[in-house]
């Protein structure tokens, strides 16, 4: 029943779209065999090639399930099953998710079409699928124990509802949630509209992903699921930078990206060089009148989030968390806090010890990836990125939005770094430098200080502190 084929092995040969029109009867009648996918990169939009049209979106470091077509009701399978998913190249973390990847494969239909989603639970405990933000009968809601008995291990459930309405959805389990959603389950889910609707625009690009987050201590593969807050990566769709493709678009696209929260906390999402409308939320695409320019969305937990925007600035534009402990990976957590700290002394009687030992920190974290200091087996290190001028020192919640006059039309492959035209890069001034002017008032120029102190003092002092909360 589960025979894994590799889907692009035939999705290649018809061109993203997947046939499976020559299906007898009987076969019809059995479950469809589930697609499952290994591969973290960024896959083709899949060009529907039954049912209503729609412009398909594009996952990022995902893929969107194949369907087949029963008698009017589009027909997917989703498999729950554990999952190896390379975070970034040289980390795989083992976790649990959906054929064969985590986040499990993006579902895109059309408002009003019939779908029928069979959920096999290949983990070793009970699960569901809770349809997030769906209109459908209570009875298909996906809550374990309240709406429907949990799918036991080894079992099939069949979930069937009508798509009512047009937006950006999520799907992941409503059974022993805290465990299952620390481990990776979820995924995507796109309502394109049946018509063209007032208040949703046509786009030349339509991106998605979803904001995850896990504690995986360095050096281990399995995340700590009792962590509530205190997470040491974060990603979208399980990958972390650099390991998240860029999004590829060409000058004067219209691109929409779709962004859903499925961590413990909020994540206001930053582009640089653009400003973009939220066109639409969780309840749907947002009226007219409500949208206004901004280069920040704040996505709160359990929400959905659809920017728009023209991509009208060619270039490489950052495209981030603007939590900066959220574009930072697992080896920057728990290190101590030695800005201005002179410890070379100690350094040289350590290194009588351990040759090895380095100093850390003492000017700032930026040392960490100028080292390029060596980092535990099966991690990433805390700050890093190699970019046409240097590191780009980040992790965690980042990509590059590339806009390119010369990308064509549907090519989302990456057109490498940026061609700065002539005198338009920030640089180094050799001229002549005038000497500061400074205040002299003490304690500041607004309200200077009637009494000065004494002596001078200057806090020497660091204290040992456990770290917490992000
Ligand atoms: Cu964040």
């Known amino acids: ?124 405990e009970h699960t569901s699928i809770h349809w997030h933000g769906q209109r459908l009968p209570s009875g298909m809601d996906g809550v374990s124990g309240l709406t ?57 690009r339509d991106f998605c992903f979803l904001l995850n987050a896990y504690d995986i201590d360095p050096g281990s593969y399995t995340p700590k699921t009792m962590t509530m807050t205190d997470f040491n990566l974060w990603s979208w769709n399980s990958r972390i930078f650099p390991g998240i493709d860029t999004l590829n678009v060409r000058l004067n696209d219209k691109v929409r990206i779709r962004i859903g929260n499925l961590t413990m906390t909020n994540h206001p999402i930053h582009v640089h060089g653009h400003e973009f409308t939220v066109t639409g939320t969780d309840g749907g695409p947002t009226p007219k009148a409500s949208r206004w320019p901004e280069v920040t969305a704040d996505i709160a937990v359990g929400q959905m989030r659809q920017i728009d925007f023209v991509a009208d600035e060619e270039g490489d534009w950052a495209f981030h968390c603007h939590k900066s402990h959220h574009t930072m990976n697992a080896m920057g957590h728990n290190v101590p806090m030695l800005i201005g700290v002179d410890h070379s002394g100690v350094a040289r009687k350590i290194n009588k010890l351990i040759p090895e030992y380095m100093v850390m920190g003492e000017r700032g974290m930026a040392d960490m990836t100028e080292m390029e200091m060596p980092i535990p087996d099966n991690t990433a290190p805390m700050m890093t990125g190699e970019g046409p001028f240097g590191s780009v020192e980040m992790g965690g919640m980042f990509s590059v939005l590339k806009v390119r006059r010369d990308q064509k039309p549907g090519d989302y492959k990456d057109p490498g770094w940026f061609k700065h035209p002539e005198g338009t890069v920030a640089h180094e001034y050799t001229g002549p430098l005038a000497e500061p002017a400074r205040f002299k008032a003490e304690g500041g120029q607004s309200m200077p200080r009637v009494q000065s102190p004494a002596k001078v003092t200057e806090v020497q002092v660091r204290k040992p502190a456990s770290h917490s909360g992000h």
């Open 1 to 124: 029943m589960t025979s894994r084929r590799d889907f692009f092995r035939y999705a290649g040969v018809t061109g993203g779209a997947v046939a499976i029109s020559a299906v007898s009867r009987v076969a019809m009648a059995a479950l469809p065999e589930p697609v499952i996918q290994t591969r973290p990169d960024t896959m083709p939009p899949l060009v529907p090639d039954s049912g209503t049209p729609y412009n398909p979106v594009v996952t990022l470091n995902g893929w969107t399930l194949p369907w087949r077509m029963n008698q009017g009701v589009k027909e997917f399978h989703l498999v729950a099953e554990p999952v190896v998913r390379e975070m970034a190249p040289g980390f795989k973390a083992h976790l649990w998710g959906y054929n064969g990847q985590s986040p499990g494969p993006t579902i895109e239909v059309v408002e009003g079409d019939r779908v029928r989603v069979f959920v096999t639970n290949k983990l070793p």
């Open 148 to 204: 429907q008995p949990s799918i036991q291990p080894g079992k099939t459930f069949v979930y069937e509802f009508v798509a009512r309405r047009p937006g950006t959805f999520m799907y992941h389990p409503h059974a022993d949630e805290m465990t299952q959603m620390a481990m990776g389950m979820m995924g995507f889910w796109v309502t394109h509209p049946k018509a063209r609707h007032p208040l949703i625009d046509e786009v030349q």
